[in-house]
């Protein structure tokens, strides 16, 4: 017997509203927080809030008036000190608030692949002030990655190949970093042949995983992806290592997005959010269940079923070239003229530089196909 639940959404984007559509099919109740008024996942959810997520007492205060069954973090700007203690006061975090506080920032869940789990990553170093930050380029040395300790979308990411670029790239940082705009990490450049998200479930009977997504990167933030991604026996075996290393040391239940970069003898850890990864929109046409379904199945208790690859997917994210308060998207009658492709529109409020406002997905009986279709649909489409 299935008692219907309630779930908190902390971040309300395009991926947030697809768990909520998710949960809603199988009768939970939503309540979607965000810090902007009709984000995404507010326009599908039961109720909404409008709060700073990063203030301990305003999170606190929705908690306590709303008593979820689950907090589900759908971002990583959350004031996580407070989930801690909501958690040992009874309510349950997903996967948990340890979980949650340690991916929060990229210093955190590094420390704990490389130092603790002894998992491969590139080398790396944190600097809180600008003379730290030449020390640290020139310890690893050019070129190297520099990136805010936490942003999303691959804000004030960059690569800094000379000496000339330091400070253009310690600017970057702190322009893009969401909170403590102080501290960055400076990483190794790994020469890597690609990369990909490995989608990993941990639920009640166990860890699963989907099938690897390639993808594309632009300024740290995703351009294109695709599923599968063309990899040997070897380098997946090594790629389930390190995500099962990674998430059964995080624990908790849920789906996690695991980054890894592939080297012709090397499976490097990147990165990881213990929620559903924007490259992973594709599933939403290449498996028997999406990861937004997997992530809802998984946090409710459910067991998963074998996880289905249906057919080869790929998407292509529809970005937004300049601000517009009130904007349209052209060209969406003949993007879906392409054979085999979707479009999701996101109905965020406002476009911005570089913001995701829909996604085009196609699938094909060959990666390459799929990719060629989503690509062309793409560039039918306007933000205008």
Same mark, same amino acid.
């Given at each position: 017997?299935?008692?219907?639940?309630?779930?908190?959404?902390?971040?309300?984007?395009?991926?947030?509203?697809?768990?909520?559509?998710?949960?809603?099919?199988?009768?939970?109740?939503?309540?979607?927080?965000?810090?902007?008024?009709?984000?995404?996942?507010?326009?599908?959810?039961?109720?909404?809030?409008?709060?700073?997520?990063?203030?301990?007492?305003?999170?606190?205060?929705? *908690?306590?008036?709303?008593?979820?069954?689950?907090?589900?973090?759908?971002?990583?700007?959350? @004031?996580?000190?407070?989930?801690?203690?909501?958690?040992?006061?009874?309510?349950? !975090?997903?996967?948990?608030?340890?979980?949650?506080?340690?991916?929060?920032?990229?210093?955190?869940?590094?420390?704990?692949?490389?130092?603790?789990?002894?998992?491969?990553?590139?080398?790396?170093?944190?600097?809180?002030?600008?003379?730290?930050?030449?020390?640290?380029?020139?310890?690893?040395?050019?070129?190297?990655? *520099?990136?805010?300790?936490?942003?999303?979308?691959?804000?004030?990411?960059?690569?800094?190949?000379?000496?000339?670029?330091?400070?253009?790239?310690?600017?970057?940082?702190?322009?893009?970093?969401?909170?403590?705009?102080?501290?960055? %990490?400076?990483?190794?450049?790994?020469?890597?042949?690609?990369?990909?998200?490995?989608?990993?479930?941990?639920?009640?009977?166990?860890?699963?995983?989907?099938?690897?997504?390639?993808?594309?990167?632009?300024?740290?933030?995703?351009?294109?992806?695709?599923?599968?991604?063309?990899?040997?026996?070897?380098?997946?075996?090594?790629?389930?290592?390190?995500?099962?290393?990674?998430?059964?040391?995080?624990?908790?239940?849920?789906?996690?997005?695991?980054?890894?970069?592939?080297?012709?003898?090397? !499976?490097?850890?990147?990165? !990881?959010?213990?929620?559903?990864?924007?490259?992973?929109?594709?599933?939403?046409?290449?498996?028997?269940?999406?990861?937004?379904?997997?992530?809802?199945?998984?946090?409710?208790?459910?067991? %998963?079923?074998?996880?289905?690859?249906?057919?080869?997917?790929?998407?292509?994210?529809?970005?937004?070239?300049?601000?517009?308060?009130?904007?349209?998207?052209?060209?969406?009658?003949?993007?879906?003229?392409?054979?085999?492709?979707?479009?999701?529109?996101?109905?965020?409020?406002?476009?911005?530089?570089?913001?995701? !406002?829909?996604?085009?997905?196609?699938?094909?009986?060959?990666?390459?196909? @799929?990719?060629?279709?989503?690509?062309?649909?793409?560039?039918?489409?306007?933000?205008?």
């Amino acid at each position: 017997m299935f008692q219907s639940k309630k779930i908190l959404l902390l971040g309300s984007g395009e991926l947030g509203k697809e768990v909520i559509i998710e949960a809603q099919r199988l009768g939970v109740e939503t309540i979607a927080v965000d810090r902007y008024e009709h984000a995404p996942a507010m326009q599908v959810a039961h109720r909404s809030y409008v709060v700073d997520m990063m203030d301990p007492k305003e999170v606190r205060r929705i *908690v306590e008036n709303e008593e979820p069954d689950l907090i589900v973090p759908e971002i990583e700007a959350i @004031a996580t000190a407070e989930l801690i203690q909501l958690e040992k006061e009874g309510f349950r !975090v997903i996967p948990n608030a340890r979980a949650a506080q340690l991916t929060m920032d990229r210093e955190g869940i590094r420390r704990f692949a490389a130092e603790t789990l002894q998992l491969p990553t590139a080398n790396y170093e944190f600097a809180d002030t600008y003379e730290e930050f030449v020390q640290a380029v020139h310890e690893i040395g050019f070129p190297c990655v *520099v990136k805010p300790i936490m942003s999303s979308s691959g804000k004030g990411q960059s690569v800094c190949r000379t000496e000339a670029e330091i400070k253009e790239s310690w600017s970057l940082a702190m322009e893009g970093g969401r909170v403590q705009k102080g501290r960055v %990490i400076v990483e190794e450049f790994i020469p890597f042949d690609s990369e990909i998200t490995l989608l990993t479930v941990r639920a009640v009977d166990g860890t699963k995983f989907c099938a690897p997504i390639g993808h594309k990167q632009k300024d740290g933030d995703y351009i294109e992806s695709w599923q599968p991604h063309d990899m040997s026996e070897e380098q997946i075996r090594e790629a389930k290592r390190i995500a099962q290393a990674i998430t059964d040391g995080l624990d908790g239940y849920g789906l996690f997005g695991v980054e890894l970069f592939l080297s012709k003898d090397k !499976v490097y850890f990147s990165e !990881v959010s213990p929620r559903p990864h924007d490259t992973g929109l594709v599933t939403l046409v290449t498996q028997n269940l999406s990861e937004f379904a997997l992530h809802v199945r998984a946090i409710l208790g459910f067991p %998963i079923p074998e996880i289905t690859f249906t057919t080869p997917g790929a998407s292509r994210p529809l970005k937004a070239a300049e601000e517009h308060s009130d904007y349209t998207i052209d060209g969406v009658e003949q993007a879906l003229g392409v054979p085999e492709t979707q479009i999701r529109v996101f109905g965020k409020p406002v476009a911005t530089p570089g913001r995701r !406002v829909a996604v085009v997905l196609s699938s094909s009986d060959t990666v390459e196909k @799929a990719r060629v279709n989503a690509e062309l649909a793409l560039d039918r489409l306007k933000v205008k």
